[in-house]
């Protein structure tokens, strides 16, 4: 049995959800209505799920999600609100929510996310029966992820993430910084999927002007356009019954949105030139190395696409959240272009190894690869060294060596610009209060405030 405590002011609400809860026979159920005793029962409960409610007053489902976060509690939250609020969504995911309901809550969509909480559940135990990385968490389709060189317990992590999303047919959102593997990843779960035998279609959204790309994702009749001579299948049809990866969709222009949205929708799309839909039955694995809440806030994505994408998620991490897997790395590569340009290099540098293991990597692992087959390529003796590695590795691995990780290396302006701003909303732009913290006259302070368009 599985404890569950929900939070609600709404006492109908919580009879509802406590006999729903209680007829599937798996849960042991808790209600509370007073939210001012909220702390205290989460702390003594020893909960494994939280439903929330937002809007209550004293204490808001908020200021809940945020004690959850500070605590460090493990239960998995899962938020309820009355309206559909994208502001609210994004500051509760941030908080490490699990998922997001509107209310009336749909009996079938909560058992579905439920039934998911618990096997996330089930899976944080079984890691602490396993003590070395290699086990790889039981996986099942191990040949699948051959491609990814990792004994990251991360990375382990998301390839067994992967196999559990590669069963359905939802969508995919990968987000990670470029270079970290996001097709590898969405490659993996299409040859785990029932979709293995159809086409897996790579498309990098970034790569095609807008209005070129509305013609090769959709495809196009003959004489659409000028220059159209023959009909051209597009990206999604090529992709029937098969995967659809589209990497940086962030890229995308609202207009292209709106269309893909409704393939995902409706699952048909027309042609350019014609008036005849066209019905498909595809997958699609998006990727993404922008901030899409931020993308969302600018107006620049759109709300809608952007939960049907992310109906599930992985974050890819960089490699310098998995820097144990730096050396394993090199050996591969190594061994990798050794046999491409028929070399005999049959080690690597002590001094080499620690200027990659001290090095950031903003490429990631495709950037470690680059320079492993430029400095294969340059040396000449059987061990590789420092000595052939690019000019622009050993001027970035100098910054990297000589500032911390977390130090974002910006100019005097930039920084006073910053502070300037930041004293300014904790004096709620109160002027004469902010240059008595500054210790600079009011004078000043306004020149500033213009300087740096702060006003």
């Not at 709106?258 to 042609?271: D, G, I, N, S, T």
């Not at 290396?409 to 610009?417: A, F, H, S």
Request: no cysteine; aromatic share 10%; charged share 30%.
């Amino acid at each position: 049995m599985y404890k569950i405590l929900v939070i609600d002011d709404d006492q109908a609400i919580l009879n509802f959800l406590k006999i729903f809860l209680l007829q599937s026979g798996r849960f042991e159920v808790h209600t509370l209505q007073d939210s001012r005793k909220a702390f205290q029962t989460l702390e003594h409960g020893n909960f494994d799920i939280l439903l929330l409610d937002m809007d209550m007053p004293y204490i808001t489902g908020l200021d809940i999600l945020k004690h959850i976060k500070e605590n460090n509690m493990s239960v998995i939250t899962i938020v309820l609100t009355g309206v559909e609020d994208i502001d609210l969504a994004i500051t509760s995911m941030k908080l490490s929510t699990y998922d997001y309901l509107l209310k009336p809550v749909e009996e079938k969509k909560l058992l579905e996310i439920l039934n998911s909480a618990v096997e996330e559940i089930e899976f944080e135990k079984s890691k602490t029966q396993i003590d070395k990385p290699s086990a790889m968490y039981n996986l099942k389709f191990k040949e699948s992820f051959k491609d990814i060189i990792t004994q990251d317990k991360k990375m382990l992590e998301i390839f067994h993430y992967a196999e559990k999303f590669a069963a359905t047919d939802n969508s995919i959102l990968i987000w990670g910084e470029s270079g970290t593997g996001k097709e590898l990843i969405a490659r993996a779960i299409h040859n785990i999927s029932n979709r293995r035998e159809n086409k897996f279609v790579a498309v990098n959204a970034g790569s095609f002007a807008n209005e070129l790309f509305s013609s090769e994702f959709f495809g196009h009749e003959k004489g659409a356009f000028t220059g159209a001579i023959k009909d051209k299948m597009g990206f999604i049809e090529e992709a029937n019954r098969g995967t659809l990866f589209l990497d940086e969709i962030g890229e995308l222009s609202l207009p292209i949105q709106v269309k893909l949205l409704r393939v995902l929708q409706e699952e048909e799309f027309y042609k350019l030139g014609s008036i005849k839909n066209i019905k498909v039955n595809v997958r699609i694995i998006a990727a993404t190395n922008k901030n899409l809440y931020e993308e969302i806030q600018k107006g620049n994505f759109r709300k809608d696409l952007f939960f049907r994408l992310n109906i599930n998620s992985i974050y890819l991490p960089s490699l310098r959240e998995r820097k144990g897997d730096i050396t394993l790395l090199v050996n591969h590569f190594l061994k990798t272009y050794n046999k491409k340009y028929k070399k005999n290099i049959k080690r690597i540098s002590t001094n080499l190894l620690n200027i990659f293991n001290s090095y950031n990597f903003p490429g990631n692992v495709r950037e470690l690869m680059n320079t492993i087959n430029s400095s294969t390529i340059i040396e000449s003796s059987n061990e590789l060294t420092k000595k052939s590695l690019p000019h622009y590795f050993l001027e970035n691995s100098y910054i990297s060596k000589n500032f911390p990780d977390d130090l974002t290396l910006k100019t005097l302006q930039e920084v006073e610009k910053e502070h300037i701003k930041k004293i300014l909303t904790k004096t709620n732009m109160n002027k004469t209060a902010a240059s008595k913290i500054l210790k600079i006259s009011r004078v000043n302070l306004i020149a500033k405030i213009k300087k740096y368009e702060l006003e």
